[in-house]
């Protein structure tokens, strides 16, 4: 089995920083691409963030110029910087990955359980 566990949500106000994290675990050979999506209150859940093993990094708009997303191959965990938060980034923020299991050719997509972030005015 193969767990996603993040960290680092919280309560902050416009304009502070956050730093979340997500650990994959359990029987793996390692992680492909990795990514964070949000999904605010009554909203549907949208893709934030993405990053390839080699570091090649993807952002939605909204996000770019203040989110930064990393990795740690070794560690099989991935981050996201969120500097100049703002109330529209109110959301709970889930870590997704494909994820190769232990005989290193079966690929799987894995869910993190999800982090509230909340941002306010």
């Known amino acids: 089995q193969v767990q996603l566990v993040e960290s680092g949500g919280g309560l902050v106000q416009a304009g502070g920083s956050l730093r979340l994290s997500c650990a994959a675990s359990?029987?793996?050979?390692?992680?492909?691409?990795m990514h964070w999506y949000r999904q605010p209150p009554g909203k549907q859940r949208e893709l934030v963030a993405t990053?390839?093993?080699?570091?090649?990094?993807n952002y939605v708009d909204s996000v770019k110029g203040r989110f930064t997303i990393s990795r740690d191959n070794a560690k099989n965990e991935v981050y996201l910087q969120m500097n100049n938060l703002k109330p529209d980034d109110t959301a709970v923020y889930y870590c997704?990955?494909?994820?190769?299991?232990?005989?290193?050719?079966?690929?799987?997509?894995?869910w993190g359980q999800g982090t509230q972030v909340t941002v306010s005015s």
């Open positions: 997704n990955a494909d994820i190769f299991l232990n005989d290193g050719l079966t690929l799987r997509n894995y």
């Open positions: 359990g029987s793996l050979f390692g992680a492909n691409l």
């Open positions: 990053i390839s093993r080699s570091d090649r990094t």
